[in-house]
């Protein structure tokens, strides 16, 4: 029950002023809504606050509804609940803050929402998911928004045939979630978003993804912590003096690379706090001689991660930092991944490659600022890599010059001449 | 011919040569109640009958006004009185102003065939008579202090 209940209206209720609805106490009040629209058609809320209880909106069965210009103050489960079939909805402009610790979605429509467009919203502080598009999303677009501080991911969807372009997101876990292992993402373009500290990937295709676009991203990492220092702690772990530890006793896992002299040093690891240049490493042994280089990074990974069948997707023209690769695919060397390209991506030197692990024919083409190409020895006849400035890898294919080129032939790399 | 209130025109007994009559307030003048009725020959939402029997609807040039239609602002203890006042308005027109003020309510059903609700009022949502106290520490924003 709403504290305005709307039930088939089809004419298009607007309510819309300068006043606020409020509940009192979520646990009072466990099935209110602030607003319920069922089966009705056209409505609109504008310009209201909105606060309290589990549910401040929910949508079911409904067609073109608009919420927009609303200020939504607090929330217990969910600021925006839709289920059932609803079609062609907007949520726009609005301001969403004040999750609880027991919210899920500031934005969640479920059953299969046709035509959804979520656009130039702020949520901040939802203490899961902002915006989640779920049970096969179609032709969707959610663009311009802001999202921050949200625990889990910022963009989730399952669904096809989307737009998914110029929104931000600051200090959220993984940016962008698309796909599950049950469903496939296809037919999305991802682009012009910034991206910034996300200690996963900024975009991870799930299960089954295919011709999806991904340009024109701005996908920021925490940066690393440059080690210049590994030593007996006196207590046979290893201490890392580091530029800054930024670290507190007991985070996990913190990601190790490059110790030259003391590799046991590299790996993953739960950090002891000592000062604000020292940590140690929780169950390590030292040995060795620390010889330079390392450095702490928070996350290891690709800034595009693509889980299970991957195909015909593109992947260009970003730019990230403080990320391990362009583009990691997950799916075994057994996976079906076909004909993906990754092309035009700005990284940044030492660490980041062109393409973290490719178990399928792909194309990878012109990534800057990247000197190292992993090549996979499982990839398919007929991948090829062009690396800017050469190949350097594990692979059979070498210390390449600038504009080296290696196509994959009769299951070996082949360096161009 | 003007009354104070529709309180007032209710208890009074009215000529048969008068067709319509205007009120400054519902529960007394100047409570943002006032309104323009019309003789007509039967209840309507937000109509009355007079002390004499005769029938009045409310003439409505403009949004319902919940106010018109006897919602009280401020006051916990007047939530089934204004969705009352929300169900008659939303009968008397399709378009229904909520004033600035605060109104407590349980849930306001609009019907099929509403069209609008100018919402300038702060909806708190109230729960049953006995419970009704840990409102009262609610400010007119509706935000728990």
């Known amino acids: ?417 | 011919m003007d009354f104070n209130s529709r309180v007032e025109a209710a208890a009074a007994s009215i000529s048969g040569a008068v067709n319509y009559l205007r009120t400054a307030g519902y529960y007394a003048y100047g409570d943002g109640g006032d309104a323009l009725y019309a003789r007509t020959t039967a209840t309507t939402p937000g109509g009355f009958q007079s002390a004499d029997g005769a029938w009045w609807r409310i003439a409505l040039s403009g949004p319902a006004n919940i106010l018109a239609f006897g919602a009280v602002p401020g006051d916990t203890t007047k939530a089934a009185i204004n969705q009352t006042a929300f169900t008659d308005a939303f009968g008397a027109s399709a378009s229904v102003l909520a004033p600035v003020g605060t109104f407590h309510v349980q849930s306001i059903a609009p019907p099929s065939t509403a069209r609008r609700l100018q919402l300038d009022a702060d909806l708190v949502r109230v729960e049953p008579i006995a419970d009704r106290w840990a409102l009262s520490r609610f400010n007119p924003t509706g935000l728990a202090l």
């Not at chain 1, 606050?49 to 103050?73: D, H, M, P, R, W």
């Not at chain 1, 790996?267 to 390590?284: E, K, M, N, P, R």
């Not at chain 1, 030197?349 to 792909?362: E, I, L």
């Not at chain 1, 190409?373 to 690396?387: D, E, M």
């Open chain 1, 1 to 417: 029950m709403g504290v305005i209940e709307v039930q088939s209206n089809g004419v298009g209720l607007v309510i819309e002023g300068l006043g606020s609805i409020a509940i009192a106490s979520a646990t009072t009040y466990p099935t209110t809504a602030n607003l319920r629209f069922g089966s009705s058609n056209f409505c609109t809320v504008r310009g209201l606050t909105i606060s309290g209880g589990n549910y401040n909106i929910v949508l079911f069965n409904t067609n073109a509804v608009s919420i927009e210009n609303n200020n939504f103050t607090s929330y217990t489960v969910r600021c925006i609940d839709a289920s059932g079939f609803n079609f062609f909805s907007k949520v726009r402009f609005n301001f969403i803050a004040g999750g609880a610790d027991t919210s899920d979605h500031a934005v969640c429509f479920n059953g299969s929402p046709i035509g959804t467009t979520i656009e130039g919203n702020t949520v901040t502080g939802a203490k899961v998911w902002s915006f989640t598009l779920q049970g096969g999303a179609q032709n969707f677009k959610i663009i311009n928004n802001v999202s921050q501080f949200s625990r889990r991911e910022a963009i989730t969807v399952i669904g096809t045939g989307g737009t998914i372009s110029g929104n931000i997101l600051n200090f959220d876990n993984t940016h962008v979630d698309l796909g599950s292992s049950f469903a496939t993402m296809t037919n999305t373009i991802i682009s012009n978003n910034i991206f910034t500290l996300p200690s996963s990937p900024a975009i991870l295709f799930g299960s089954g993804c295919s011709s999806n676009i991904v340009s024109g991203n701005t996908m920021v990492a925490p940066p690393r912590r440059v080690i210049t220092g590994a030593v007996n702690n006196g207590s046979g772990l290893i201490r890392l003096t580091v530029s800054t530890a930024g670290l507190q006793t007991g985070d996990a896992p913190i990601f190790v690379n490059n110790v030259g002299g003391v590799p046991n040093a590299n790996g993953s690891w739960t950090v002891t706090f000592i000062d604000a240049t020292h940590l140690d490493l929780q169950g390590s042994t030292f040995a060795g001689l620390y010889t330079g280089g390392g450095y702490i990074g928070d996350q290891n990974w690709a800034s595009v991660a693509l889980y299970g069948d991957a195909s015909n997707n593109t992947i260009s023209g970003n730019t990230t930092f403080n990320f391990n690769a362009s583009a990691e695919f997950y799916a075994k060397e057994f996976g079906t991944n076909a004909t993906n390209r990754i092309f035009n991506n700005v990284g940044d030197p030492p660490n980041d490659r062109p393409v973290f692990t490719v178990s399928a024919t792909s194309m990878i083409e012109d990534p800057i600022g990247t000197t190292v190409a992993k090549l996979p020895t499982n990839a398919r006849n007929g991948s090829r890599i062009f690396v800017t400035d050469g190949l350097v890898g594990s692979s059979p294919v070498t210390g390449g010059s600038a504009g080296t080129w290696a196509m994959r032939l009769n299951n070996a790399w082949r360096a161009s001449p």
